[in-house]
T-cell receptor, first 112, second 112 residues
Framework: GEDVEQSLFLSVREGDSSVINCTYT??????LYWYKQEPGAGLQLLTY?????DMKQDQRLTVLLNKKDKHLSLRIADTQTGDSAIYFC????????????FGRGTSLIVHP | ETGVTQSPTHLIKTRGQQVTLRCSSQ?????VSWYQQALGQGPQFIFQ???????GRGNFPPRFSGLQFPNYSSELNVNALELDDSALYLC???????????FGPGTRLTVT
């Protein structure tokens, strides 16, 4: 089975908050990431959280981590049409190579 | 500071042929990772190079090979192309020991 799972689609109205959820299976995950991919482009690292943290806030982005349930979420406040993209959750262990394992991505559609 | 660049942007090959994809790292980065992203999927790790040596490999057959050059640029070579090799190939660079990877825009490979 997949190591990282996400729902495939999310549709929100402009100005609302978006919450994208992710679950992972690897207990030794040390770093958890959120990447954004716009059409025809590569991946952009949005934010990350260490496994010893519960929450991280960065401007409109809030990441929540429930390590017990292996659940990660990304909240985007005041969602804009420019936020429409595919969002990937990823996890990696430590140890130097930091190779992330990605989920399939959640396609966020923001409509006016 | 130049970001990660990849060439070519698009490529069409026939089954059985060989292909070489190229990547230039972000300035100051000595680690390069390659990923395959099939349509509707998250990126899958192919391999990583650090100081011209392979530093980790995902679940890909030996016909996927790579090189890293002294200037830290990199190539991905795929022999005996199969239809399932059609995908977006992403290159990412990072500094030594860094968990932050910076992705290029990718090369879209179509195998017919």
């Amino acid at each position: 089975g997949e190591d990282v799972e996400q729902s495939l689609f999310l549709s929100v109205r402009e100005g609302d908050s978006s919450v994208i959820n992710c679950t992972y299976t690897d207990s030794s995950s040390t770093y958890l990431y959120w990447y954004k991919q716009e059409p025809g482009a590569g991946l952009q690292l949005l934010t990350y959280i260490f496994s010893n943290m519960d929450m991280k806030q960065d401007q409109r982005l809030t990441v929540l981590l429930n390590k017990k349930d292996k659940h990660l979420s990304l909240r985007i406040a005041d969602t804009q049409t420019g936020d429409s993209a595919i969002y990937f959750c990823a996890e990696s262990e430590g140890g130097g190579s930091y190779i992330p394992t990605f989920g399939r991505g959640t396609s966020l559609i923001v409509h006016p | 500071e130049t970001g990660v660049t990849q060439s070519p942007t698009h490529l069409i090959k026939t089954r059985g042929q060989q292909v070489t994809l190229r990547c230039s790292s972000q300035s100051g980065h000595n680690t390069v990772s390659w990923y395959q992203q099939a349509l509707g999927q998250g990126p899958q790790f192919i391999f990583q190079y650090y100081r011209e040596e392979e530093n980790g490999r995902g679940n890909f057959p030996p016909r996927f090979s790579g090189l890293q050059f002294p200037n830290y640029s990199s190539e991905l070579n795929v022999n005996a192309l199969e239809l399932d090799d059609s995908a977006l190939y992403l290159c990412a660079s990072s500094g030594q020991g860094s968990y932050e990877q910076y992705f290029g825009p990718g090369t879209r490979l179509t195998v017919t």
